[in-house]
């Protein structure tokens, strides 16, 4: 059985940092396409950042230069380090995998078979 379970979330001013975590169980997350997705209340879920198998990232132009996606293979763990936090960075933040390699469409929720819980981040001005 595949979990995807994050934590790391938190109430931080603006500017601030917060680094979520993804831990995987029943699943190798170096083996498949992973990525950070958000939600906002009334807003569609988006693509915040992805993760190839070889380590080729693809970030949404609204994050670009402020968060990292990485990977912790040992302890199978994804990783989002966030940087110079802005109140519009507010919302549920899910990881994902997908059950392939596969890049293409990695914006799309529809192309991942597996998603966390999702973990509340809230930025304040």
């Known amino acids: 059985q595949v979990q995807l379970v994050e934590s790391g979330g938190g109430s931080v001013q603006a500017g601030g940092s917060l680094r979520l975590s993804c831990a995987a169980s029943?699943?190798?997350?170096?083996?498949?396409?992973m990525a950070w997705f958000r939600q906002a209340p009334g807003k569609e879920r988006e693509g915040v950042v992805g993760?190839?198998?070889?380590?080729?990232?693809r970030y949404a132009d609204t994050v670009k230069g402020r968060f990292t996606i990485s990977m912790d293979n040992a302890k199978n763990t994804l990783y989002l380090q966030m940087n110079s936090l802005k109140p519009e960075d507010t919302a549920m933040y899910y990881c994902?995998?997908?059950?392939?390699?596969?890049?293409?469409?990695?914006?799309?929720?529809?192309?991942?078979?597996?998603w966390g819980q999702g973990t509340q981040v809230t930025v304040s001005s």
């Open positions: 994902a995998g997908r059950g392939s390699s596969r890049v293409a469409l990695w914006w799309s929720p529809a192309v991942y078979s597996y």
């Open positions: 029943g699943y190798t997350v170096s083996s498949h396409y």
């Open positions: 993760l190839d198998t070889y380590g080729a990232t």
